[in-house]
């Protein structure tokens, strides 16, 4: 992966594109090719190309509407000498700032190192720290799982209807955006499954919920994944000494009760199920310390059970 900085993205494909834009709409507000050049600090032969040529455009700059009101807004400040070089600038610079935070200088970031796809970067809002490691460790930990799951065999024959997921959370997580799930759930396509994204923090709720209820008991078990409830399976979990527990199926304080029944039995099972309820669909989950960690389990148990 070759490294490129953010700041690389802004000068060669950013600025080009709003100095065009600039120029084009002061223009339009009757300023002369030569006062243009005075106003964004280039020659009069760049603003004539600017103006009347044809510019290569970073279409994803241009078509944004931030981009268009900030430059509507610049030049006519400094059209009507109601704006400064200084205000100029800081309009600029707010927008770059703003493309920078999960925006089209993001998309354009990812597209030139394509190992930053996925990882929900904002390294040039928050900075290297700890905590944007341990998200990606997190989101890591999803991706590997996704993985193991799309190339289990017979795994689509556990996935339920409502699709299966697979999530870890961050340590200390509290709530459902502290756990990394996949957006839009894997499901079966063809006799396989499908993975249909990158992994996201706060995609999934049902694998959530019983992922935050078991680490109110254990913290260190902050990953779980579903799979359609199966008798097969269940044996097969049975058979390698996993502790299993049913549960109800309600939806209602589901997260309470799950964490009350972990906390009567001193522990976090390795498999919890139910057997479903009226439009609900027989689910079980299987909860280990990564979402990497239950992929690999669930990949054991569907072997077993398929061969049984």
Do not use: W
């Not at 597209?111 to 996925?118: C, D, F, H, R, S």
């Not at 304080?253 to 027989?282: K, N, S, W």
């Amino acid at each position: 992966m070759s490294l490129r900085l953010p700041s690389e993205i802004v000068v060669e494909d950013v600025l080009p594109t709003l100095r065009v834009l600039l120029a084009r709409e002061l223009a339009d507000h009757g300023l002369t090719q030569q006062e243009i050049a005075a106003h964004l600090g280039v020659t009069q032969a760049a603003v004539s190309t600017y103006v009347s040529g044809d510019p290569a455009l970073e279409p994803r700059i241009v078509d944004h509407p931030r981009t268009a009101a900030t430059v509507e807004r610049v030049a006519d400040g400094l059209a009507t000498d109601e704006m400064d070089p200084y205000d100029a600038l800081a309009a600029v610079l707010e927008l770059v700032r703003a493309f920078e935070d999960r925006g089209p200088i993001c998309e354009l970031h990812e597209e030139a190192m394509p190992g930053l796809e996925g990882l929900g970067c904002d390294l040039c809002v928050r900075g290297a720290n700890p905590e944007l490691r341990t998200e990606r460790a997190v989101l890591d930990s999803v991706r590997e799982a996704s993985r193991v799951l799309a190339t289990t065999p017979g795994l689509a024959a556990f996935v339920p209807n409502v699709g299966t997921n697979v999530g870890t959370a961050l340590p200390d997580a509290e709530r459902r955006s502290d756990v990394a799930a996949v957006p839009g759930r894997i499901y079966v396509m063809d006799n396989g499954v499908e993975v249909p994204a990158n992994p996201e923090f706060g995609a999934s709720k049902h694998v959530a919920t019983t992922i935050l209820a078991a680490m109110a008991v254990d913290p260190e078990r902050r990953g779980a994944l579903n799979l359609a409830t199966d008798d097969a399976l269940l044996a097969a979990a049975e058979s390698r000494g996993l502790d299993t527990m049913e549960f109800d199926a309600g939806y209602e304080d589901r997260g309470d009760r799950l964490r009350e029944q972990f906390e009567t039995r001193g522990a976090v099972p390795d498999v919890v199920f139910h057997r479903g309820a009226f439009g609900i669909e027989p689910i079980t989950y299987i909860l280990s310390e990564t979402g990497a960690d239950t992929a690999r389990l669930a990949a054991e148990l569907v072997e077993a059970a398929t061969e049984g």
